[in-house]
């Protein structure tokens, strides 16, 4: 502090100080927008706008709640499922959301942000999650559809977030990837089995599910692009490669197809072909309920997360005792170097 006071000589030493700063930041600035409009990718290291830094700390640290608390509909029927085979098939499922949100969390603290602050976000009810895990499972057919369904509309979002221009980001994104597609692939096989070998009632429980999952599975890509704040800047910044409105209607062109197979129909009944677009048209999506399931007030809002606050408390004594052993394993470490 004094020796910049002496430098200045009784100049402003702030607003002189302020006019380099700004020049070096504009010169990092124009580096780095050259940098993404080259299609390059960012490293932790490198430098990045505070702002970019910020959306990235946001939408990853909310994917990797969305992978933790997505855990709890489908944990919810692991001692339920019907046969092994099943019960092997969901329990690798659910451990594999759990390994995504720790790639994702592991993702975000490259930029600067320690997992207990997002937990704690979380926790508080700051940090939003998928609005889609806000949607009780009340039957067998759910874990099914949630893996056609969830799983491919996650799919189809996630896909192009392999090529986001954050690096650590894009690297786990990959190998989420390949986890998803075996998740919807046994969602579907799930289904297919009891649409084609089942019971009327088991083939009546999965045209429920899927009625109950369809509007809610449009919602998880976001709201309209003309009422998406965060978008037009995350396309600039190849956070985002495409847009919700385009995912969501490749997600919608991809699944009628699907459903034929299966032998479900979707519930609804503006959905048909347009041949001039090249795409199915489909009805009005109610974004009043999105907005109510992601301000806190869905179906199961509280349940989740109480359940994620509980599961946090309870498994105090395992962080703790993983600390204890850690320091203990260094003091060791640094008593043998001291007598080496
Ligand atoms: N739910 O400006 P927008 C999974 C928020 S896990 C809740 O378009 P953005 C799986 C949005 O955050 C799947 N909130 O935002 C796991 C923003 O609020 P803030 C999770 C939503 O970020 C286990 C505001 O609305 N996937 O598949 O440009 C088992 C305005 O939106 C939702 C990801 O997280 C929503 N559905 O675009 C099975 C993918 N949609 O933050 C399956 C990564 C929007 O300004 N995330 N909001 O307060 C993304 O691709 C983007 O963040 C989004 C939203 C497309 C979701």
Not at 78 to 97: M, N, S
Not at 224 to 240: C, E, F, V
């Amino acid at each position: 502090m004094y020796t910049q006071a002496m430098d200045t000589m009784g100049r402003e030493p702030d607003e002189s100080l302020k006019a380099v700063a700004s020049a070096d930041e504009a010169a990092l600035q124009a580096n780095f927008d050259a940098h993404i409009d080259a299609g390059n990718y960012v490293e932790a290291k490198d430098w990045m706008p505070q702002n970019y830094r910020k959306t990235l700390v946001r939408q990853i640290s909310q994917h990797a709640h969305s992978e933790i608390v997505g855990m709890l509909p489908e944990g919810n029927w692991i001692t339920r499922a019907p046969t092994l085979k099943r019960k092997t098939i969901l329990l690798a499922k659910v451990q594999d959301e759990a390994g995504h949100g720790l790639y994702l969390y592991s993702a975000a603290e490259t930029l600067g942000t320690s997992r207990d602050e997002m937990l704690e976000a979380l926790h508080t009810g700051k940090a939003k999650y998928s609005s889609i895990f806000n949607y009780p499972t009340l039957t067998w057919a759910d874990m099914g559809t949630i893996g056609w369904l969830v799983d491919g509309a996650a799919i189809m979002n996630q896909v192009p977030i392999c090529r986001c221009s954050y690096a650590p980001y894009a690297r786990a994104m990959i190998r989420i990837c390949r986890e998803e597609s075996f998740h919807q692939r046994q969602g579907f096989d799930a289904l297919l089995v009891m649409m084609q070998q089942g019971t009327d009632a088991q083939r009546a429980m999965v045209q429920d599910a899927v009625n109950r999952w369809w509007w809610p599975c449009l919602m998880m890509f976001g709201p309209p692009d003309d009422q998406s704040p965060n978008s037009a800047q995350s396309m600039r910044w190849g956070i985002k490669r495409v847009s919700n409105d385009e995912l969501r209607q490749k997600f919608i062109d991809a699944t009628v197809e699907q459903a034929k197979v299966l032998g479900v129909t979707l519930p609804d009944p503006d959905l048909k072909w347009n041949a001039e677009r090249e795409h199915y048209d489909h009805g009005p999506i109610d974004w009043d309920e999105f907005w109510r399931v992601v301000g806190g007030n869905g179906p199961c809002n509280r349940e989740r997360l109480g359940t994620r606050v509980k599961a946090w408390e309870d498994g105090a004594w395992v962080r703790e005792a993983a600390l204890a052993f850690a320091s203990k394993q260094s003091d060791k470490q640094s008593n043998t170097q001291q007598v080496a």
